[in-house]
């Protein structure tokens, strides 16, 4: 391989909340390995360090504007890794993360008390956003169909917009958490619905360069004129190279109506001013290396998940899971397990943590017995975090 995705980098006193600030702290004699938050334990590609760097020489930092070549890079990216056409600059606008996104088109759509539609298993930022901005939630559980795979209800979806008057929801491609890439017509099915049903759609793309084996990431955008026209895409280089503590992303919104309410909301609180070092970050990740550097990844990843996958299999009866298309988390479903060697999932939780395997307490995704472990380090990392699992939490 070019890049180097082996190496061990130590990340303690860096500000790092996988390994300085993780939810629980190990006992005596065990390390931190953070599978926890969604960051990846890889060094970044080499080209943004030095895109940085180089605008980092120059002395001046005063309010800035996003240059002709940072959209050119977003376009470029876009029409070469999903084959987008017809995107122009005018479509693309810089955001201060996903879900600051999420919450202006919120605000600009929806009114304080107003249902909005989300699939569950939901990611825990969209719950926190909304319910913060006083929105009410409706959720239309994915179901597994008999290989395990998730798979939309348009039924029960349909079902709900029409029964809550629901005219707003949240979209989620690649799936967080169950990794689920969707294919193009389970989305036509479900932009069908919300067309019928006069709903904004606000489609979280950000994992979108993360996908896994011989799955395509389709944008929901593509799907037809109307899904063009009618949703809000956001996307953004920080998952795919671990980028977010820049807290840079982007929106791509063709509809001049949808665009200019979404903009007008959050200029309100200034909150999405420029980042003059995210902007230059995306330069560097959207170079041609950072092509090179995300297949690489992706190779890196697929196989964690592939030892991950097949070590759980063998060796833990009762733990279920569907084996994640795209994004570089496992989403485990430890009820069987749980009830079969009477424990909790608070105590199983525990167990982990207890010996450094940080994985994260997946309830809030609103499974009552999920946890879900991140995949994104070196595979030695991950065997050792199995060694650990093997000799301390499931050896009952």
Same mark, same amino acid.
């Given at each position: 391989?070019?890049?180097?995705?082996?190496?061990?980098?130590?990340?303690?006193?860096?500000?790092?909340?996988?390994?300085?600030?993780?939810?629980?702290?190990?006992?005596?004699?065990?390390?931190?390995?953070?599978?926890?938050?969604?960051?990846?334990?890889?060094?970044?590609?080499?080209?943004?360090?030095?895109?940085?760097?180089?605008?980092?020489?120059?002395?001046?930092?005063?309010?800035?504007?996003?240059?002709?070549?940072?959209?050119?890079?977003?376009?470029?990216?876009?029409?070469?890794?999903?084959?987008?056409?017809?995107?122009?600059?005018?479509?693309?606008?810089?955001?201060?993360?996903?879900?600051?996104?999420?919450?202006?088109?919120?605000?600009?759509?929806?009114?304080?008390?107003?249902? $909005?539609? /989300?699939?569950?298993?939901?990611? &825990?930022?969209?719950? @926190?956003?909304? +319910?913060?901005?006083?929105? *009410?939630? =409706?959720?239309?559980?994915?179901?597994?169909?008999?290989?395990?795979?998730?798979?939309?209800?348009?039924?029960?979806?349909?079902?709900?917009?029409?029964?809550?008057?629901?005219?707003?929801?949240?979209?989620?491609?690649?799936?967080?958490?169950?990794?689920?890439?969707?294919?193009?017509?389970?989305?036509?099915?479900?932009?069908?619905?919300?067309?019928?049903?006069?709903?904004?759609?606000?489609?979280?793309?950000?994992?979108?360069? $993360?996908? /896994?084996?011989?799955?395509?990431? &389709?944008?929901?955008? @593509?799907?037809? +004129?109307?899904?063009?026209? *009618?949703? =809000?895409?956001?996307?953004?280089?920080?998952?795919?190279?671990?980028?977010?503590?820049?807290?840079?992303?982007?929106?791509?919104?063709?509809?001049?109506?949808?665009?200019?309410?979404?903009?007008?909301?959050?200029?309100?609180?200034?909150?999405?001013?420029?980042?003059?070092?995210?902007?230059?970050?995306?330069?560097?990740?959207?170079?041609?290396?950072?092509?090179?550097?995300?297949?690489?990844?992706?190779?890196?990843?697929?196989?964690?998940?592939?030892?991950?996958?097949?070590? &759980?299999?063998?060796?833990?009866?009762?733990?279920?899971?569907?084996?994640?298309?795209?994004?570089?988390?496992?989403?485990?479903?430890?009820?069987?397990?749980?009830?079969?060697?009477?424990?909790?999932?608070?105590?199983?939780?525990?167990?982990?943590?207890?010996?450094?395997?940080?994985?994260?307490?997946?309830?809030?995704?609103?499974?009552?017995?999920?946890?879900?472990?991140?995949?994104?380090?070196?595979?030695?990392?991950?065997?050792?975090?199995?060694?650990?699992?093997?000799?301390?939490?499931?050896?009952?």
């Amino acid at each position: 391989m070019t890049y180097d995705f082996t190496s061990i980098i130590d990340r303690h006193g860096r500000d790092s909340i996988a390994v300085d600030f993780p939810p629980e702290v190990p006992e005596d004699g065990f390390d931190v390995i953070p599978m926890w938050v969604a960051d990846m334990n890889f060094p970044t590609s080499p080209t943004i360090q030095k895109t940085i760097i180089e605008r980092a020489k120059h002395p001046m930092f005063g309010y800035f504007m996003p240059s002709k070549e940072y959209y050119d890079s977003i376009i470029k990216w876009q029409t070469t890794r999903n084959g987008v056409t017809g995107l122009m600059a005018e479509h693309i606008g810089y955001e201060n993360g996903v879900l600051g996104c999420v919450t202006s088109a919120v605000d600009a759509f929806s009114a304080p008390g107003d249902y $909005i539609l /989300l699939h569950s298993p939901t990611y &825990i930022g969209f719950t @926190s956003s909304l +319910e913060n901005n006083g929105r *009410r939630i =409706i959720h239309s559980d994915l179901v597994q169909d008999e290989d395990g795979i998730w798979r939309m209800n348009y039924e029960d979806m349909e079902k709900k917009i029409q029964k809550y008057k629901i005219h707003m929801a949240v979209f989620c491609s690649p799936h967080n958490p169950c990794g689920r890439v969707w294919e193009r017509e389970e989305i036509e099915k479900a932009m069908e619905i919300y067309k019928r049903n006069d709903c904004v759609v606000v489609s979280d793309e950000i994992w979108s360069d $993360i996908i /896994l084996y011989n799955n395509k990431h &389709i944008p929901t955008q @593509s799907i037809s +004129e109307d899904a063009k026209n *009618r949703t =809000i895409a956001i996307y953004a280089p920080s998952k795919t190279f671990n980028l977010a503590g820049l807290v840079g992303s982007y929106h791509i919104i063709y509809n001049k109506y949808l665009r200019d309410r979404v903009m007008a909301q959050s200029s309100k609180s200034h909150y999405n001013e420029v980042n003059v070092l995210s902007v230059h970050a995306l330069i560097g990740a959207y170079m041609p290396e950072g092509h090179v550097w995300v297949d690489e990844l992706r190779q890196v990843l697929a196989e964690n998940v592939d030892y991950a996958s097949d070590h &759980i299999i063998n060796n833990y009866k009762g733990i279920k899971f569907s084996k994640p298309q795209g994004t570089y988390m496992l989403y485990l479903d430890c009820e069987e397990w749980c009830k079969n060697h009477n424990m909790s999932l608070d105590q199983l939780y525990k167990k982990g943590t207890d010996v450094g395997v940080m994985w994260q307490d997946g309830r809030p995704f609103n499974r009552s017995y999920a946890i879900r472990i991140n995949l994104a380090l070196p595979k030695s990392k991950v065997i050792e975090a199995f060694e650990r699992l093997d000799k301390y939490v499931f050896s009952v």
